[in-house]
């Protein structure tokens, strides 16, 4: 199931990496990756695809000491339909 | 003042007292700074072992553990400390020495990219790239790795900036996200527990985090409800308390596990489902419904589902719950249960019975000391046959599972604890591993026991293959040990070897009664397993035992 998040980060030069480890980690798949700065953060729009409940990626991102705030957007399968 | 200057100075102002390392070309200017400074320093014979050290300081006070190691080989030797500090939340701060910055990335000698090894084994990691960030970093750090959740972290120090001026800016923490109690969860929790015919507390390491203890105590005896605990959660439920079934999982209580198997509400207390302790999870307290107390959101529904869900600080938590008196059938059910399943130290031959030595060491110890662990069959045994009056006394490397977790940790409690009886029980392949850190043992003078459980085999491995590998015992024989005493007499500390059950008693009397440090080598029955054993994909209440193997 893919779902669509944005995510703001620290503009700290590891912060991205960080981040994108636990995604791949978790079990998540990186079908889309955007990445802008700006007001001294990057913010990411990035779309994941997992059979696993997508809490368990965002629950383990907000612990991130760099990771500011987490947005799930939407359930993409679900708009789709 | 200079960058290391700085380092030691607010270390000092935190309030810790000893650090463990091991110096080397990058960390150099720290290591300067740290000569005559008030910090004292306990150098090990490996970089592994200064951060297990940290580990032991850390989990017997609930205190920040703190290890230096230099660049390269340095820092990576940490890695194994910090995965270990990462698993079992704790509060422990690496401070590594780095190459100058403008030799980062050039592949100059002891470079590693530590800060990219650090991230899937620390809560947080820095590598400083500025002087006048240096002071921010340090005082993060400190609040990092002890607020929330503990857990390691890394700062990563280039040596020019070690040596640079830098200015210091006291930082102050911000108000820490702590979730507030939702009311409508504990709503309920509460109508949970009204319900509930058969409860059990499954105790986690959090309470030890939490330092939480007493409000769990509080809890359990005005409930009465059935306790079962974590290997992490030994000594968090009090020997004596009427309704302790033990340790469930792999190796857990009979009791322990079947009551988790019959009850209705399980209240996870600061645990996180480990596949140690589930077994078959589809089968874990299958007729329960959950009720999960934790710090961390993450840890909720990660495994297994939860009815209500009080994500807080345990303190703030447990006292929310409201204490209904557990109903006597269930009481009774357990208690018989308990008493259908004690364990037996009645064992035939002359050989000494590792269960027999352990329970007796526990009775005879003093209550207050601290049982440091190594991973394997002797760890299961000490879960199951010691007793623990806190969680602060029982230091066993419990998610990570590490081999040579136990001399080192020894090491750092008994520094961090210097009136107290520390003891490694460990076996013969654990020890090792580590087993450099005799040498800090005798630099230092410091009075730890040491109990190692000889079966001349990697006794758990050579368990597994007994039983699920058809006898084929791949690489688990250790008969070709050193004499563990004579090893021991080259660093100056005495002991004595053991081969008979009649010889158990004077051992312990010579562990407990020596002011030094004292090893005994108990030499055991090489075909001893530990028992119960759930074995892997089965449900917690399909255990074997001895007789049924």
Redo the contacts between chains.
């Keep these: 199931m893919k779902h669509s998040l944005t995510v703001a980060l620290k503009n700290q ?2 912060a991205v ?2 981040f994108l ?1 636990v995604v791949r ?1 978790r079990g998540f798949d990186l079908t889309h990756f955007q990445l802008n700065m700006d007001d001294g953060h990057y913010h990411v729009a990035m779309t994941v695809d997992s059979d696993k ?1 997508i ?2 990626l965002t ?2 991102l ?5 990771v500011k705030h987490v947005t799930l957007q939407n359930n993409l399968q679900q708009q789709a339909v | 003042m200079t960058g290391a200057e700085l380092t030691i100075d607010l270390l000092a102002k935190h309030g810790v007292n000893e650090v463990f390392g091991y110096p080397g070309g990058a960390i150099m200017p720290i290591y300067d700074a740290l000569y005559g400074a008030p910090v004292k320093h306990y150098l090990t014979r490996h970089e592994q072992g200064a951060g297990f050290a940290a580990v032991g300081f850390a989990r017997s006070t609930g205190k920040l553990g703190v290890c230096f190691a230099t660049s390269g080989p340095g820092a990576t030797n940490l890695i194994t400390a910090l995965a270990d500090a990462m698993m079992d939340s704790v509060p422990l701060l690496a401070i590594t020495g780095q190459v100058p910055t403008a030799a980062i990335g050039s592949d100059a000698f002891q470079e590693i990219d530590v ?2 090894m650090s ?2 084994c620390t ?3 820095y ?1 400083v ?1 500025r002087p006048e960030d240096l002071a921010e970093i340090l005082q993060e750090a400190m609040h ?1 790795a002890q607020s929330g959740r503990p857990g390691p972290v890394l700062v990563d120090i280039p040596k020019d900036i070690q040596m640079a001026q830098v200015p210091f800016h006291p930082w102050l923490a911000g108000d820490d996200y702590l979730p507030e109690l939702d009311s409508n969860q504990v709503a309920i929790a509460n109508q949970l527990l009204s319900e509930a015919k058969r409860p059990v507390a499954y105790v986690g390491g959090g309470v030890q985090a939490a330092d939480a203890q007493k409000q769990l105590m509080q809890f359990l005896e005005k409930t009465h409800m059935p306790a079962v605990s974590t290997l992490k959660a030994l000594g968090s439920v009090l020997p004596d308390y009427e309704f302790n079934l033990g340790m469930l999982g792999m190796h857990g209580g009979q009791a322990a596990n079947l009551a988790v198997q019959e009850c209705d509400v399980l209240v996870c207390i600061g645990a996180r489902f480990d596949d140690r302790v589930t077994g078959n999870l589809s089968k874990f307290a299958a007729k329960a419904k959950v009720i999960h107390l934790d710090i ?3 840890e ?3 495994r297994k589902p939860a009815k209500a869900s009080l994500i807080a600080d345990l303190k703030t938590s447990l006292p929310q719950l409201s204490c209904f008196v557990t109903e006597q059938a269930w009481l009774d059910h357990t208690k018989a249960m308990m008493e259908q399943h004690a364990w037996r130290y009645d064992y035939p031959g002359e050989k000494v019975f590792a269960p027999y030595l352990l329970n007796q060491l526990s009775q005879r110890m003093p209550s207050n000391g601290v049982v440091c662990c190594d991973v394997g069959q002797h760890q299961m045994w000490v879960a199951q046959h010691m007793k623990f009056s806190h969680p602060s006394n029982h230091l066993s490397s419990g998610g990570a599972g590490t081999m040579g977790f136990g001399l080192p940790a020894a090491i750092g409690a008994q520094v961090a604890r210097p009136n107290d009886f520390v003891i490694t029980v460990s076996g013969d392949g654990s020890i090792m591993m580590n087993i450099q850190e005799l040498a800090t043992i005798r630099r230092n003078n410091l009075p730890v026991k040491i109990l190692i459980l000889d079966n001349q085999r990697l006794g758990m491995v050579r368990q597994w293959q007994e039983l699920f590998f058809e006898g084929r015992y791949s690489e688990t024989d250790l008969s070709d040990n050193p004499d563990f005493v004579q090893l021991a007499a080259v660093f100056g500390i005495p002991g004595q070897t053991i081969t008979r059950a009649d010889q158990v008693d004077d051992a312990i009397a010579a562990l407990v009664n020596s002011d030094g440090p004292y090893i005994v080598h108990a030499c055991i029955d090489d075909k001893e397993n530990v028992w119960p054993l759930v074995p892997p994909g089965a449900a917690n209440d399909e255990m074997m035992t001895e007789s049924a193997k």
């Design positions: 030069s590891v990496e960080r480890r980690h409940p809490y368990l629950t383990q907000n612990k991130l000491v760099d | 800060l990219g991230l899937s809560k947080h990691s590598m790239e990092l961390d959101a993450a909720v529904g990660k």
